[in-house]
């Protein structure tokens, strides 16, 4: 099922949380929401789950707009962040509940539900705990029956809260793996909210970065990383150094220094350079490049970082550069950004 | 004192830095002794000298087991009414937000405050036939007031605050994620509410109705006034008691105290069994 | 990790009324019925109370209350409570430092026996004082011999008083202090504080309104109690009448603006009980947390 979202805006007490947001979703596809706290992220799944009513706009299943229909219609199965599990009832009937509560010919024989039921614990690899109650498994198996409680409803879209937030860093990755395996084998349109980009980049077909009510950037982990397209992505995913700059007949100069780097299409005046540490090409002399000397520098892994005060202004940029560099304290380093944007400066 | 080795065994407390330990619990228990566990053995002690003949003729008296029913009896039914009503009052205060809420949830405590015997004339007077509300009802052939039923609204009175304050607390920690789950799974309303938070609430009800029973069934203050205190008809036992002291009859007094404790003990230890059970499995 | 989206999650919360409520018809049924309720069980009998102290006017209520007998209850009462509350807040203060400051065997089961009083019938804690201090009673041979009076005077009163009020100030504090844990207490140790002076400027403190509300709780009962009272009592007017006591003589007698009169005056001691608690409650919620809920 495809879903689209048009030009979504969401108030709470006139705070707006979302600003006309429009995202297409693909039928089949793993979409992660991904941005800080506030970004409006976890806002939008709950407005595509129907937990939510939209201030403006619409979002459509298909062709069909899911806006007009109440949460128990929309069949989207929700997990949430802490689980929601039913305390008082067993794992089985947990994951049979949304089918129990079916009216009239739509509800399954008793014996189909446990059919069902015991098929999904399979599925989740969770069999023969049927008759546990929620208190008496760990957190991994909780997100699990949470996940198969969802698919029980055959539901057009499957909706993850933060799926992995409560868990601790070993048992994630490997339910991160597992979601993939998931994923691949049902075939849901699937969307999950992350506030942890490694999740986002790692797991998902496609990342959806957002921050403070809006959507920055929609792109596969290649293009968000490798060609994001705003400072806050530049920022928020991996890590980026910038430095204010100036175009001029179409070149870029850093203080009163062409350093060697062609901006035929950008607009003359003030701008801001972003690049990636690593992204960063040594140079012995300097014509057409930016120098500094190192002001801090530390080991990390397998790389040396260093701390560049640029020019008068002390401007400090972080760059890479491999562990045997010869490049100690006060010594002078310079370089060329190998792959970098341009930012009208704010 | 020389340091123990781990391994000593039974100790009667940990060691720790705080002093005062041998002072306040030797002066509390004292206390307690002196004040609570030497009247009540004394109950006990005497109730145990009636011997079994005579303690089995006052219980099976028909005036006793009469008494003891509508004490029960009352205060079951009260209990039961104050779930129903105890609960929407807890939902109201917790879910909805009105002006006044404040007020009306302090209110609800005034049972708690207020003196029984104060409750007592009050309720009389009100459901008394020229009364505020007896006048409302008379037409209709219904009797409060000196009847059986006036027991069961002055165990109301008493016991609304019980349902309510036991239920409040657990109703503002129930998760809104697992009612969204819920209706996300297509569960309507209503089956939320019987299906999800209803059996969630229920160990927290079921202590409600306890306390609201156990209180109803030794009230004795508020009820006198409005019960009409007819032998067989509208006598609890607390005022049976009451009247076989009168009379001087220690032996009867004391036989359906031991009764009345026995039986209240019984069912708090009941409830307390189920809500360890409840516990251990739902977590 | 998980606490700030718990924080991005906090507006939904108010505003969720869309998916999980109910339709704006069924709240106000639902709220109608309530209301009706509480009005019909709580305000009405507090109303009523008022209403018939003053049926007969100002003057008539004045005069009951400036009655010899209405005075010497009135007194009567305030004595009880002056002795029994202060003994029952030394008691909650010894048992909260025992049972929270320290882990030793027994401790639930203590725990358990000091909320006894609120499982027995009042009736039965003024008889178990009658069975003791009784003419037929255990020591009631010996008090005789000695001249000594309890039963049906001011002594057994406040026994029975003690006995009724007894969990109050302790069942408030035990939690409290159990919560607060024994950080405070150590860091003043350290310092060079003694135990005494640990308690009196770290303990205390930190303990203080969640002190005075169950003090509050245990002064309203104590004014208050009538069946326990009633059994130890004796009835003698002018003697041995404590207020609640003396609303019930009244009434017998017929004397309705007396009995409301009395009983107008207990009211306001309960509604300002209230106030006070709903005070307290809002302003020091988080210090007297643990009390939340009984």
Partial sequence: ?346 | MTTAPAQAGWRFRQPSVIPGFGLTLGFSLAYLTLIILIPLSGLVWRSAALGWTDFWAIAMDRRTLNALEISFGAALIAAAVNVVFGTLVAWVLVRYRFPGRRIVDAMVDLPFALPTAVAGISLTTLYAPNGWIGHLLAPLGVKVAYTPLGIVVALVFIGLPFVVRTVQPIMEELDKEVEEAAATLGASRFQIITRVLFPGLAPAIITGFSLAFARGVGEYGSVIFIAGNLPFKSEIAPLLIVIRLEEYNYPAATAIAAIMLALSFLMLLVVNLAQTWSRKRYG | MADPEIKSYEPHHESLSAAVTESRQVKAVLMAIAFAFLAVFLLLPLIVVFHEALAKGIGAYTEALSNPDTRSAIRLTLLVAVISVPLNVIFGISAAWAIAKFEFKGKAFLTTLIDLPFSVSPVISGLVYVLLFGAQGLLGEWLKAHGIQILFAVPGIVLATVFVTFPFVARELIPLMQEQGNGDEEAALSLGANGWQTFWHVTLPNVKWGLLYGVLLCNARAMGEFGAVSVVSGHIRGLTNTMPLHVEILYNEYNAVGAFAVASLLASLALVTLVLKTLLEMRYGAEIAATRGH
């Fill in chain 1, 1 to 346: 099922m495809e879903v689209r979202v048009v030009n979504v805006r969401k108030e709470f007490e006139r705070f707006p949380a979302l600003h006309d947001v429009s995202l297409d979703i693909r039928s089949g596809e793993l979409i992660a929401l991904l941005g800080p706290s506030g970004s409006g992220k976890t806002t939008l799944l709950r407005l595509i789950a129907g937990l939510e009513r939209p201030t403006k706009g619409a979002i459509f299943f298909g062709d069909e707009d899911a806006s007009q229909k109440s949460i128990q219609e929309r069949n989207v199965g929700f997990v949430f962040q802490h689980y929601a599990l039913f305390r008082h009832m067993t794992v089985a009937d947990n994951i049979g509940f949304g089918l129990k509560v079916r009216h009239g010919a739509a509800r399954p024989s008793a014996s189909e539900i446990r059919r069902r039921a015991s098929e999904l614990l399979d599925l989740v690899q969770l069999s023969g705990l049927e008759k546990r109650y929620p208190a008496q498994l760990s957190g991994g198996q909780r997100q699990r029956v949470a996940l198969a409680r969802a698919m029980a409803i055959e539901p057009k879209v499957l909706l993850l809260d933060e799926p992995f937030g409560a868990l601790d860093a070993q048992v994630r990755r490997e339910l991160r793996r597992w979601l993939r395996e998931i994923h691949d084998a049902t075939g849901h349109t699937t969307v999950f909210v992350t506030h942890d980009q490694e999740e986002a980049l790692e797991l998902a077909d496609r990342v959806v970065v957002m921050s403070q009510g809006r959507i920055e950037q929609v792109g596969s982990a290649d293009e968000i990383y490798d060609m994001p397209n705003s400072p806050f992505v530049y920022s928020f995913i991996g890590e980026s150094s910038s430095l204010p700059v100036k175009v001029d007949n179409g070149e870029i100069w850093l203080a009163d220094r062409p350093i060697g780097l062609p901006a035929s299409n950008a607009a003359s005046g003030e701008a801001l350079l972003y690049f990636r540490p690593h992204d960063v090409e040594l140079l012995d002399g300097c014509s057409g490049c930016i120098a500094g000397t190192v002001a801090a520098s530390r080991r990390v892994a397998g790389t040396r970082r260093v701390e560049l005060e640029i020019g008068g202004e002390r401007q400090r940029v972080e760059i890479e550069l491999p562990v045997d560099h010869p490049a100690a304290q006060k010594s002078r380093v310079a370089f060329r950004p190998r792959r970098w944007k341009l930012f009208p400066a704010s």
